[in-house]
Structure formats: C-alpha cells, structure tokens
C-alpha cells in the first residue's frame, strides 16, 4: 500500500491551514460585498461565519487527533459510516477544492488586470455577462501549471514555501489595518447598513455567511493533509481550530480597515474593493500592499487546494473508490503526481467559465462545504462512541450549533424560493453536473474490497485503536465484509 511521507512541520501545517484559507478576491469583491449587503453585513456576516466554522472546527479538531491520516473527512466518513457516504463526502470536497482551483485561474488574471487593464484584450467568448480575456486565461493556466510543478516533487517544498509566503502575509496586512484606522474615521464606517436597502441588518448579515462559508473552506486541508505532519496528533487538532481563527479575523480586520478608511458606501460604489478604496484615501503605496497580499493569497490558496484534492483522491482510490492510478505516490518523492495531474484539469476546465463563474464557485462551493460540515459533526459523536471516547460540554455543544447553522444554510441556499438560494441556472446546472458525474464515477470504480480491507487501507496503524481487541465491540460496527 503506498504511504505519504512526514514532511510538514507544526508551524508549516499553520500556515497551510490559515494560508490555504486566505485567498485574494475578497480584497477586490469587497465593493460587491458592500454595496450587497452594506459593510455591517460583511463583516459581522464574516464574523459569524468564522464562528460557526470554528465551532465546526472543533468536531474537525476531535477527530484529526484520533486519526491523523491522509483524507481527513473521507477517512472519518468511512470508519464512522460507509464508503458510500466516504465518497458522497470526498467527491463534495473535491468538488470544492477543484473550484477553488478554478476560480483562481480567473481571478489571477482579474486581479492582474486592476493593475494592467490591457490585458482584458482578445476577447474569447462571454458567460454570465462576463467577457473572458485570452491573457487573463492565459495567466491563470500559466499559474496552475506552476502550482502542479511546486507540487509535483512531495509537499515539502510547498509547505516551506507556504510558510514563508505566511509570514509576509501578515507582516502586510498589519501595515494596511494600521493605515486604514490611522488615516479612517468611526463616521466612514458607522452607520454599518443602508437605511435605504430593500432588506434588513439582520437579513444582510445572514446572507453574507454563505459566501463567507465559501472564504473559510481551507482550514480542512489540515485534516487532509495530516498524515504528513511532523506532529502529535493533539498538535493537529488544535491547528485545525488556529486556522480558522486565523483566518476568519484577517479577513475581518482587514474588511474592517477598508470601511474605516474612506466611507463604506464609496468603496462599494467602486470596482475593487481594498485595492482601490486605499487609493482613493490618497495611499497609492498601501493599494499596492494589499494588491501584494492579494497576489500572495492567490498562490497560497493555490498550494493548499492543490494538495487537499490530490490527497482526497488519493484517500478513495486506496479504497477503491477511485481509479487505481489515484492510489499511487511516486517512489523518490512520495507524491500522488496522477491526483494532481487531475486537480489540475479539472481545475483549468472550470476555470473557462470565466469571471462570470467567480460568485458561482463561491456559492456552489459554500454549499458542498456545508454538507460536509454537518455530516463531519455526526460522524464525531459516532467515532466517539465506538473508541469509547468522550469529550467535554464545549466540544459537544459548539459542533452542534454548527452543524445546524451549516444544514440551514444549505438549505436556504438550495430552495430556490429563499432569499439565500443559488443562482439559476449557473449555480445548480454546476451542483447537478458534479452531482452526477460523481455518480458515474462510483458507479464505474471497482468497489471490490472489503469493509474491514477499506479500513485498514484507510487507518493504517489506526486500525487496532478504533478497531482492536481492547476496545468494546458492543459500540462499534462490525468489520464485516460488507460492500458498499
């Protein structure tokens, strides 16, 4: 059976958690944020999300530290369900991560573009009222390609790479929030909500969680990624919750800086969002940071998606539930090269939507993550149970606020009469195609292993400890030889 090697130190693992959350279209989407749902929206919108990701985070947090192996939510759905629902679970992600690939190859050459406007020059074709540009393309294909060479050789490299990316990050965003409350005023930010908008304060900021759902997706790759940490199992768990802290307040504070610094309504009255806004303050040098920051999310978010949808294919073609091909790392480096070769296509091929798609992937992907959330929760109480482990009232309650914050959420943005629901067509002709091509797909994978075999491919030396002699059987599933 092929193995990941431990390659990733405990403060990388931060970074590729935090990073790989933190992209860069909401420096520049933060004047479409505004003029939707006013900046009090976006931000306690932003908020919110952050703190029902985090109570999320914290079943995610359980179960990393008792199995800290390649997959992450596939391996938890496997071991406390079936591999049906171990696939229903790592397809949704995939389909996440890919479209976070997909939207970077638009949004690179978008964000470029604020910069250079001559590259929105030969023009291709439109979709969604959106032109697409052949250097805009162009760049995105190029900065795929790059990230799948950065990856190709084993993710050490990248991870070192992330962390230092990381670091400039942050060392930037400090300087454009101290300008931004230094330079601002409480009178551009305060009132937050437009007294003249068609809906309420209330109704703004709960229909801000959805795409904020889709900004706070990455902290996952921790758990995906975490049979190649250098760490304890406990250190993974609690990085898992530091990523999405992290992340979630970087983006507020810095959405925060931008209302305060020249008032909220002339920023979503222009183009691009931070990027612009600080221009208009008279601060040509603090734009240009946080175009640098933008430039930087891109590519760490690149990173992280890269190897999170490679590592889940990974997962299911050991079980079967992928090709074989899937399944195999190379032997020098220790990377699933095939896995990344796919996120890669599938990423490019997505991408061609153009920026008329940007919104669509955010939504889309919002909704997959939900699911994924809620089915992650349930199966924590299951996993518990069966290693006879418990927890304490925070690590109970707060996942389950989540998971039902995430089931109405999903819910909202599913019917299509709700305030909250995806966009027709372009958003659910997305969910039906990538729900039915991962039906075909299940459908023609061998699925010819055992339970008990899909188990100890997926848990590895975990096996004996959710499944050992010393543990009570009465409380767990049998590992028949069941097939699903």
Known sequence: MSELRKTISPLALVAIGAAGVIGSSWLYLGSTFFHEFGAGGTILGMLLATALAACIAIAYSNLAARLPRAGGEVVYSVVGGNRLLGFIVGWLL???????????????????????????????????????YLPVLAIGVVLTLVMLALNWNGVEFSARTQLILFGIMVVLAVAVVVAGFGSGSASNFFPMFDADADSSPIANVLGFVLPAFGFLIGFGVV???????????????????????????????????????????????????????FDVAGMPLISTVA??????????????????????????????????????????????????????????????????????????????????????????????????????????????????????????????????????????????????????????????????????ALLGEYYDSVFGGGERRAD?????????
């Open 94 to 132: 995939i389909g996440t991560y890919a479209g976070t690939v997909a939207f970077y190859v638009t949004a690179t050459g978008r964000l470029l573009s604020t910069a250079w406007p001559s590259l929105n020059t030969v023009p291709l074709y439109e979709i969604g009222g959106e032109t697409i």
């Open 223 to 277: 758990a995906i990624m975490a049979e190649e940490a250098k760490a304890t199992p406990r250190q993974i768990g609690r990085i898992v919750v530091i990523s999405v802290l992290l992340a979630g307040g970087f983006y507020a504070i810095v959405l925060a800086a931008t209302a305060w610094v020249i008032p909220w309504q002339d920023t979503a009255a222009l183009t691009n969002g931070t990027i612009e806004a």
């Open 476 to 484: 767990r599933p049998e590992v028949e030889s069941e097939r699903s």
């Open 291 to 456: 175009f640098v920051i933008g430039v930087l999310g891109i590519v760490t978010t690149f990173i992280a998606v890269f190897a999170a949808s490679s590592r889940l294919m990974f997962a299911l073609a050991r079980i079967e539930l992928f090709p074989p091909v899937f399944g195999k790392v190379d032997e020098r480096t220790g990377s699933p090269r095939a896995a990344l070769v796919l996120t890669a296509v599938i990423g490019l091929a997505l991408g061609s939507l153009g920026p008329g798609a940007l919104v669509w992937f955010l939504n889309t992907g919002g909704v997959y993550i939900g699911i994924v959330w809620a089915v992650t929760v349930v199966i924590m109480f299951r996993i518990r149970r069966m290693t006879g482990g418990g927890g304490s009232i925070v690590s109970t309650v707060l996942p389950v606020i989540g998971a039902v914050a995430a089931v109405g959420v999903v819910l909202a943005a599913l019917i299509p009469a709700s305030p909250l629901s995806l966009r027709w067509p372009g958003e659910y002709l997305i969910v039906i195609a990538w729900v039915a091509l991962g039906l075909v797909l299940y459908l023609l994978s061998p699925r010819t292993m055992s339970r008990e075999e899909s188990l100890r």
